[in-house]
């Protein structure tokens, strides 16, 4: 990549990205370069750009001396397509080297979805299957790299690879269930994508339309939740009934894909209370759903509920919150150090916090300097207040809840939370706490609930205290 610069810097040429070395003229241009030096960027790059020319066989050749100085794996992947490009001849060098790429960058997720549209190509919907779903099982990861899109095409390509699947199979008593299995999954699939389009703020009824015509295309019946959502009309009650009979029927994937689209397509000032709370609903309900099938996504629901209730609590005490130079995170868990039993609690608190619902989370085994001076700090919810009120002695005061911890050599680090929970024994055990811990994390910390049918219900239970609301819903 060095002498790529080097050249453009002789040749006053100036480009923005690595890629943009594609849209220059090639004519002598890869032979000047390579005349500077032969690093494995550079020609991983030039083999990129001859691979966009259609000169593949140079482009491979090139990739391969890349792959004898060192073996990184954006290399891999070009030469996968390469090879695909290729034609059927070349298949098995373009599946070793796609699984190379994976195998050197499991974060490369465009490999992935690469390699997985290779192998729907080819009809291998198993490995197929196996490729889309390592973007879903890490969706967290994809969309921290901003590939929300590939996360976007896995979920319709997985959705595809199931309903081919269920159309080719032959119809027999032994396998009606896995097929309806298989159906049911894959409309979860499509309904998920078609959600992804709404997280990136796009318009989803054209996404509809294409993965309606990408069925028609491949010959297959259109899902009736599909159909559903074709004929959605922007108006208040028509939104409040397909909501409200989407809920009776335990659709809740289906209901919340409609609220997403109610959520662009209806005006602000259309959103009555009774359409507020429903929404709310059937988001909580998506929630639960998707924590039941070990859904990834959950925070897809989860993050921005959580954001908004603490928005709209912080935004009335902003000059408060804003005189504090201190480190903002979403959730402090307070427990002892020297009390094994709390401190497995907060090591399961601060996965589920993260892992699932993607609050930032610190977990605070040291001592707490929080009674010294009641001006350092205040407290953001009811909820939190009391379980503070226990520490510290402090009157609810809305707003941050800041906390001084003193740390090593004196070092103190001062941290605003939105909420904070205490593992301490005075606060499982005081009876006077209306709000008690023990009440709203008593499942979520036992081991034998957690695993068992009741977890979702755990998880949902202390998420709605987080925020506010009640679990089971009222």
């Not at 009391?386 to 004196?410: A, C, H, M, S, T």
Request: with cysteine; proline share 2%; aromatic share 8%.
């Amino acid at each position: 990549m060095i002498n790529i610069k080097k050249y453009l810097d002789k040749h006053k040429i100036t480009f923005l990205a690595e890629n943009d070395i594609c849209n220059l003229p090639l004519e002598k241009l890869v032979d000047e370069i390579l005349k500077i030096g032969e690093d494995a960027k550079t020609l991983s790059t030039l083999a990129e750009a001859l691979r966009a020319n259609g000169e593949l066989d140079r482009a491979i050749h090139l990739l391969e001396k890349s792959s004898r100085l060192i073996q990184i794996s954006k290399t891999y992947h070009i030469l996968g397509k390469c090879y695909d490009e290729k034609g059927y001849n070349s298949f098995e060098k373009a599946k070793e080297s796609y699984e190379k790429s994976i195998q050197l960058s499991e974060t490369n997720f465009t490999a992935i979805c690469d390699y997985g549209k290779f192998l729907m190509r080819h009809n291998l919907e198993e490995e197929c299957l196996t490729q889309f779903r390592k973007l879903t099982e890490h969706s967290q990861l994809v969309v921290q790299h901003d590939f929300l899109s590939k996360l976007r095409e896995a979920y319709q390509k997985l959705a595809l690879c199931l309903m081919r699947k269920v159309k080719r199979a032959k119809v027999s008593p032994g396998q009606a269930a896995r097929e309806q299995r298989d159906t049911g999954e894959a409309e979860f699939y499509l309904l998920q994508s078609v959600n992804m389009t709404c997280e990136m703020k796009t318009k989803p009824m054209k996404a509809l339309m294409y993965i309606i015509r990408q069925l028609e295309n491949e010959n297959i019946a259109i899902p009736e939740c599909l159909i559903e959502l074709q004929h959605f009309q922007n108006s208040v009650s028509y939104t409040l009934t397909k909501l409200k009979q989407y809920l009776t029927s335990r659709q809740y994937e289906l209901a919340y894909t409609t609220a997403c689209i109610a959520e662009q397509r209806l005006y602000p000032s259309e959103f009555t209370n009774e359409l507020k709370t429903l929404i709310l609903e059937v988001k909580l309900h998506a929630a639960a759903n998707r924590v039941q099938q070990n859904e990834t996504t959950v925070h897809f629901i989860t993050r921005p509920l959580f954001d908004s209730r603490c928005r709209q609590l912080i935004s009335r005490t902003a000059e408060n919150s804003q005189q504090y130079a201190a480190q903002d995170i979403d959730v402090l868990i307070l427990c002892d150090n020297e009390n094994e039993e709390s401190c497995q609690k907060a090591k399961t608190l601060k996965e589920i916090c993260i892992e699932i619902l993607v609050l930032e989370t610190y977990v605070n085994t040291e001592r707490c300097n929080m009674a010294d001076d009641s001006a350092n700090f205040t407290i953001l919810e009811m909820k939190s207040a009391k379980l503070v009120l226990l520490l510290n002695n402090v009157g609810d005061r809305p707003g941050y809840f800041q906390v001084i911890l003193e740390g090593y050599r004196e070092k103190r680090h001062k941290m605003n939370t939105r909420m904070l929970i205490g593992l301490l024994g005075e606060i499982w055990n005081n009876e006077v706490m209306p709000e008690s811990p023990a009440k709203h994390l008593g499942n979520l910390l036992n081991p034998e609930v957690c695993m068992g049918l009741d977890r979702e219900n755990a998880i949902m239970e202390f998420f709605c205290f987080t925020i506010g609301e009640n679990w089971p819903l009222l």
